[in-house]
């Protein structure tokens, strides 16, 4: 009943994550009512192939090759955060808290998944150890099993070149204590910290 | 209602939110269940239905599905110093998988889930090492699993293995070892790799396995466990040490 490129459109938006046949369809009629900014998502859309990866950190840039972090010189260079994916880089930005630099695994170690130290940004992690003069690791993985297998596997990879630390794990800000699960409170009790600190 | 305790051997995301799991659970075998909500909702779900974590489960039927419904889980048992080290964790992968392979579907195999169970524990405990671990694992799993490899004597012409430390060869189709007289095998396995196999646990507390009996011992069994099953498991390149 709908012309193909209509019907097109309804399809490829329904692969979008959380968006269903009805929603996608939603979608489309608004989009066909609304001319100018269906023209805006498709430039954008054209335009993503000008999105690359930053050669350092792996974060998303343009085509020069070296994100704004990368390239900002009052950024200390000797701290390195690690981060899974890009989303966690852009978490820890947001709060402002970290003045140093990232690099982004693109993934967790995970055996039962079968993803193996080697399918990883770990080999571009080891170069840069190895050839820039890194002082700190910051290990800021996800609170998972997945990652406290990669946590682990670069703190037995890397403890004897370089300084080696993780962010806190523990009760939520906000978090009642009584709500929360057991492994989280065995966690937060065996990495206390003094008051003094 | 049901209740179980269970293992979670794999995850699979499942539309936006939900989860799928196989379980291997102490009552009830293997099973697949979906916990709904899974990725949103961390209050029914507790350490967000983590690998490497003992469970209760609380199950529920669906209607023309063989896909139970996971309402609940809490913890039983958690492994704090298993999940500490690297090895330890690859290698209780392992042992999930593994057990995962054998494990009959919605069938209660109360030995193999036992088994399972108390090598978590042993692998949560400082005293033993992850690699001396690793061959009685795989042995035990395919003695309990019905598929015992004959490693003590020749599956040919019977005679015992001798104590003197001279290898023997392999046979995957026969399922045992083959002595120099009966064939013509590259030398394996000997008396010494043996008894990583068969040893009590208490004899292998604080002991440590050199890395050419393991690989031995690992190349072997692996070997025949493809060979058996037909069966790749994804987190044995996980176990080359
Ligand atoms: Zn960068
Ligand atoms: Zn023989």
């Given at each position: 009943?709908?012309?193909?490129?209509?019907?097109?459109?309804?399809?490829?938006?329904?692969?979008?994550?959380?968006?269903g046949r009805k929603t996608a369809r939603r979608l489309a009629f608004f989009l066909i009512?609304?001319?100018?900014?269906?023209?805006?998502?498709?430039?954008?859309?054209?335009?993503?192939p000008l999105v690359n990866n930053c050669r350092i950190c792996g974060f998303y840039c343009s085509v020069d090759s070296v994100c704004s972090i990368c390239s900002n010189p009052s950024r200390n260079s000797e701290i390195l955060c690690i981060v899974t994916k890009p989303q966690d880089m852009m978490a820890i930005e947001s709060s402002g808290s970290f003045k140093g630099r990232y690099h982004i695994l693109f993934g967790n170690i995970s055996p039962l998944d079968g993803i193996t130290p080697e399918d990883i940004k770990l080999e571009e992690l080891e170069k840069k150890i190895a050839e820039d003069n890194i002082q700190e690791l910051i290990l800021a993985l996800d609170s998972t099993v997945d990652g406290e297998?990669?946590?682990?596997?670069?703190?037995?990879?890397?403890?004897d070149s370089v300084k080696i630390s993780r962010i806190a794990a523990g009760i939520p800000f906000g978090g009642e204590l009584e709500y929360t699960d057991k492994i989280t409170i065995t966690r937060a009790l065996s990495r206390r910290t003094s008051l003094d600190d | 209602?049901?209740?179980?305790?269970?293992?979670?051997?794999?995850?699979?995301?499942?539309?936006?939110?939900d989860l799928i799991l196989h379980l291997?659970?102490?009552?009830?075998?293997?099973?697949?269940?979906?916990?709904?909500?899974?990725?949103?909702?961390?209050?029914?779900?507790?350490?967000?239905?983590?690998?490497?974590?003992?469970y209760s489960c609380s199950l529920g039927h669906q209607n023309r599905s063989n896909l139970f419904l996971l309402k609940e889980t809490?913890?039983?048992k958690s492994f704090q110093f298993l999940l500490n080290s690297y090895r330890?964790?690859?290698?209780?992968?392992?042992?999930?998988?593994?057990t995962a392979l054998f494990m009959p579907e919605n069938q209660e195999e109360p030995l193999l889930f036992e088994f399972l169970n108390h090598n978590y524990h042993l692998l949560d405990n400082p005293d033993f090492s992850p690699a001396v671990l690793v061959p009685r694992i795989m042995y035990k799993i395919l003695e309990l699993a019905g598929f015992p490899p004959q490693l003590d004597r020749c599956i040919h012409c019977n005679s015992l293995m001798p104590d003197t430390g001279a290898r023997w060869g392999f046979d995957n189709n026969q399922g045992g070892v083959v002595c120099p007289d009966c064939g013509d095998l590259k030398?394996?396995?000997?008396?010494?790799?043996?008894?990583?196999?068969?040893?009590?646990?208490?004899?292998?507390?604080?002991?440590?396995?050199?890395?050419?009996?393991?690989?031995?011992?690992?190349?072997?069994?692996?070997?025949?466990?493809r060979y058996t099953t037909r069966q790749w498991l994804v987190s044995e390149k996980f176990l080359i040490f």
């Open positions: 009943m709908l012309p193909p490129a209509f019907d097109n459109l309804i399809k490829s938006l329904s692969r979008l994550p959380g968006i009512d609304s001319p100018e900014l269906g023209k805006d998502i498709a430039s954008g859309l054209i335009d993503l297998t990669t946590s682990q596997y670069i703190f037995e990879l890397f403890k | 209602m049901d209740k179980v305790d269970a293992y979670i051997s794999k995850k699979v995301q499942y539309g936006e939110s291997i659970t102490k009552e009830m075998g293997k099973i697949s269940a979906i916990a709904r909500g899974a990725r949103r909702s961390k209050k029914r779900f507790e350490a967000g239905l983590s690998n490497y974590i003992l809490s913890i039983v330890r964790i690859s290698t209780a992968a392992y042992a999930t998988e593994l030398p394996i396995v000997g008396i010494n790799e043996l008894k990583w196999l068969v040893a009590e646990v208490d004899e292998l507390k604080n002991r440590r396995i050199n890395r050419r009996e393991y690989n031995n011992i690992y190349n072997l069994l692996s070997s025949f466990i």
